[in-house]
């Protein structure tokens, strides 16, 4: 099928068009994910729960079936389904082969990377969600789990059919400060929180879901409120107090169906960076609400997020979890804005480490020990993907040594320089390459699909080492895949030339 993805020519400026544009948006399944769950559809061996579980790996196809068992309940007053099993009960398998049959099924390279962004984000809500609130609230696991990751889901088929809005509304109201109301009436014409619900009416999704935009629209005094006594962390005794002095405010917090609203705002407000001032008020509220403290909290949705980056995560998409291996200060840069340089105290760990590289002789007590110190030296100067690969004695092949900000399978990669044009003439002589937009496609052409797709993005640094003679290592390095900070690019030069110092001082030592 062709991907329905062309935004119309009209922009909607009244809830109304915006309701019917993004309801008629047919949302693109991933074929592998429809395959999977088509051939356990026709398996009888497979159990209703087991097939759950494979849609759960494509968002969109369980939207898809919650909303059209919801579209067709019996009574308005019929409860909606509030888990998939539900929605699949409702279809019967039959039926659900049937729109399955009918669905816009696209490859995961067709498939638009705003659009998949958004669906992750609401995974790793749901793992928040989970979590964070599993254990205490076990019995309401399927609301908790379902309402979490359906909660954005309008804003799934915004991402599809508008995403230069989205985009828009993020350079402007997150990076740049201006009031998301202004922005919000000069983009849609309406507050985006009031189409997301009124499509989550449409729908008929999770009760829960739409108490969480009950909660922004129309609870905004109360959530302040609760916001206040949260701040007071350090003082559980004074906070509970006030909660006693308020019943009504206590009874409010204590909702189970907060639980989904507190997980999105902690998955989305990381999307910026774990310790921006939004952020913490999200951590600091869902301490009050786990009766816990910040620390406790910080460290269990750091965990949450190492878990979803390890079953969702892909390279050409942005994980928060990738920040929890940068300094604590770092932040990740807009689209189309260079990196912030390195602060004053990465640039103190780097200059350090830079010291070790450069002592003679050598303190190295192995290769390990050297590609360590020279990745923390990329890592404080502002790198935040880094790949250092060694050549073999003939330099007919590289083989990954040390990595950071990559996935692990990454470790067991190897690759035959004669394959790669690219490799081939930096292992000629050492030598630094620069990728930016202008010559990203020509260079990328000629480097190993399967390490250019390990950091997607225009802008890459890849630079040859040599010691007696031959060329023995290559880096790889980004700031994320966006355009750097010179001050990085300058500092990755100067760190290059202190490990070759160290590789040609280390490969001496004792004669």
Request: hydrophobic letters at 40%; charged letters at 20%; aromatic letters at 6%.
């Amino acid at each position: 099928m062709t991907s329905e993805t062309t935004s119309p020519t009209s922009t909607p400026a009244t809830l109304d068009a915006w309701v019917e544009r993004l309801n008629a948006a047919r949302l693109p399944i991933p074929q592998h994910s429809h395959g999977l769950v088509c051939k356990a559809l026709n398996d009888n061996r497979r159990s209703l729960r087991e097939i759950a579980e494979l849609i759960q790996d494509s968002p969109a196809l369980a939207l898809t079936l919650i909303r059209e068992a919801n579209q067709h309940l019996q009574s308005s007053l019929s409860e909606p389904a509030e888990s998939l099993e539900v929605a699949i009960n409702r279809l019967g398998l039959q039926r659900t082969q049937r729109l399955l049959e009918h669905m816009n099924t696209l490859s995961q390279e067709e498939i638009p990377p705003g659009f998949r962004q958004i669906q992750l984000i609401s995974q790793h809500a749901a793992q928040q969600a989970v979590g964070l609130f599993g254990n205490r609230l076990a019995r309401l696991w399927p609301e908790i789990y379902w309402g979490s990751l359906l909660f954005l889901s309008p804003l799934w088929a915004l991402a599809l059919t508008h995403p230069e809005l989205l985009e828009e509304w993020e350079q402007r109201v997150i990076h740049k400060g201006e009031r998301a109301s202004d922005v919000e009436q000069e983009l849609f014409g309406v507050r985006l929180f009031d189409i997301c619900r009124a499509l989550a009416q449409l729908w008929r999704l999770p009760a829960w879901v739409l108490q969480g935009y009950t909660i922004i629209i129309e609870e905004q005094r109360t959530l302040v409120s609760v916001l206040h006594i949260a701040r007071n962390n350090h003082d559980g005794l004074r906070q509970q107090q006030r909660l006693d002095a308020d019943p009504a405010l206590r009874r409010w917090l204590n909702h189970p169906a907060n639980s989904v609203l507190l997980a999105n705002a902690l998955a989305l407000s990381a999307q910026s960076g774990w310790d921006t001032p939004h952020n913490v008020r999200w951590q600091l509220l869902t301490a009050l609400y786990l009766q816990t403290t910040l620390d406790e909290v910080q460290q269990l949705v750091h965990q949450n997020a190492a878990s979803s980056a390890r079953y969702h995560s892909v390279p050409d998409l942005w994980h928060p979890a990738q920040a929890l291996l940068w300094p604590w200060d770092s932040r990740r840069s807009s689209p189309g804005q260079p990196a912030a340089p390195p602060s004053a105290e990465a640039l103190a760990t780097w200059r350090k480490l830079c010291g070790q590289l450069l002592a003679e002789p050598s303190t190295f007590a192995n290769a390990m020990h050297l590609t360590t110190c020279a990745r923390d030296a990329l890592l404080a100067c502002g790198m935040r993907r880094v790949m250092l690969l060694m050549a073999d004695k003939s330099a007919t092949t590289l083989r990954v040594f040390q990595i950071s900000g990559l996935p692990k399978a990454a470790f067991d990669m190897s690759f035959t320089v004669s394959e790669s044009t690219a490799l081939q003439r930096l292992m000629t002589q050492p030598a630094q390459v620069r990728l930016t937009p202008e010559n990203n496609a020509t260079i990328s052409a000629v480097m190993p699909a399967n390490l250019r797709q390990l950091f997607p993005g225009e802008h890459l640094l890849l630079r040859s080492l040599g010691n007696s003679g031959r060329v023995v290592m290559l880096i790889l390095a980004d700031q994320g895949g966006g355009p750097f900070s010179e001050t990085s690019v300058q500092a990755f030069g100067k760190t290059a030339q202190c490990i070759e110092k160290a590789l040609n001082s280390f490969s001496t030592r004792g004669r």
